[in-house]
Nanobody
Framework: QVQLVESGGGLVQAGGSLRLSCAAS??????????MGWFRQAPGKERELLAS????????YSLDSVKGRFTISRDNAKNTVYLQMSSLKPEDTAVYYCAKAKYPRVSRSPYEYDVWGQGTQVTVSS
């Protein structure tokens, strides 16, 4: 069974930066064969896809509202995907989740993801 564990969340002031990490582990899971994504969910709002990265890391997608501030990357040797966040705003406050896609290509729909981490809280103070 695939397990995804996020880390790196916390409290940061507006304008600050954080780097989230998501480590994947499983006996029969080949991390480098699947696209990965980062989502967030704020209180009272639906979960939204922020970014996706292809299996080799050579193609990415970012939500317009975070483009230029958030960068997704991956290290297949470490079975880890990252989300570098900068110029953080109070409206970025949410629980952030990583997820494994069903496919190797960039995946833009939540329905294209089948395994989720437990989430990590990011709080941005004004």
């Amino acid at each position: 069974q695939v397990q995804l564990v996020e880390s790196g969340g916390g409290l940061v002031q507006a304008g600050g930066s954080l780097r989230l990490s998501c480590a994947a582990s499983a006996r029969t899971f080949t991390f480098s064969s699947y696209a990965m994504g980062w989502f967030r969910q704020a209180p009272g709002k639906e979960r939204e896809l922020l970014a996706s990265i292809s299996y080799r890391g050579d193609s990415t997608y970012s939500l317009d509202s975070v483009k230029g501030r958030f960068t997704i990357s991956r290290d297949n040797a470490k079975n880890t995907v990252y989300l570098q966040m900068s110029s953080l705003k109070p409206e970025d406050t949410a629980v952030y989740y990583c997820a494994k896609a069903k496919y190797p290509r960039v995946s833009r729909s939540p329905y294209e993801y089948d395994v989720w981490g437990q989430g990590t809280q990011v709080t941005v103070s004004s």
